[in-house]
C-alpha cells in the first residue's frame, strides 16, 4: 500500500503565495522522483515541476521563476512553494511519484488533488 497524502492548497488573491506538501507513505523501498501536475477545467493536466531523487527538477515555462519544487527524502515529501500566483493558476494540483516498492515493482502514484484557487 502507497498513500500520497496532500496539503496546503486553498483560496488566494493574485500575488499571494501557497506552499503545497505531498508526503508518500506505505510500503516504499525508494522513491525515483516526485512532482507536481495541475489541471484546470476544460484542459489538459500538465506537468508543473518534477525534482529526482538526485534532486535535478524540472519546470513548466509557466512557472519558472514564480514555483520551486524541492523534497525532503528522509521524510518521503515533495513541496512545491507557489510565489506571485496569478489567475491562470487556479486548478486542482495532483501529487505524483514513482516509486519503488518493498516487493520490487515500481509504478507511478498520484494524490487526491488540491484545489487552488486564485481570485480576488
Known amino acids: 500500500q502507497v498513500q500520497l497524502v496532500e496539503s496546503g492548497g486553498g483560496l488566494v488573491q493574485p500575488g499571494g503565495s501557497l506552499r503545497l506538501s505531498c508526503e508518500a507513505s506505505?510500503?516504499?523501498?525508494?522513491?525515483?522522483?516526485m512532482g507536481w501536475y495541475r489541471q484546470a477545467p476544460g484542459k489538459q493536466r500538465e506537468l508543473v515541476a518534477v525534482?529526482?531523487?538526485?534532486?535535478?527538477?524540472n519546470y513548466a515555462d509557466s512557472v519558472k521563476g514564480r514555483f520551486t519544487i524541492s523534497r525532503d527524502n528522509a521524510k518521503n515529501t515533495v513541496y512545491l512553494q507557489m510565489n506571485s500566483l496569478k489567475p491562470e493558476d487556479t486548478a486542482v494540483y495532483y501529487c505524483?511519484?514513482?516509486?519503488?516498492?518493498?516487493?520490487?515493482?515500481?509504478?507511478?502514484?498520484w494524490g487526491q488533488g488540491t484545489q487552488v484557487i486564485v481570485s480576488s
Open positions: 505524483y511519484a514513482v516509486i519503488w516498492t518493498m516487493y520490487n515493482r515500481r509504478d507511478n502514484y
Open positions: 506505505g510500503s516504499i523501498f525508494s522513491i525515483d522522483a
Open positions: 525534482v529526482t531523487s538526485a534532486g535535478s527538477t
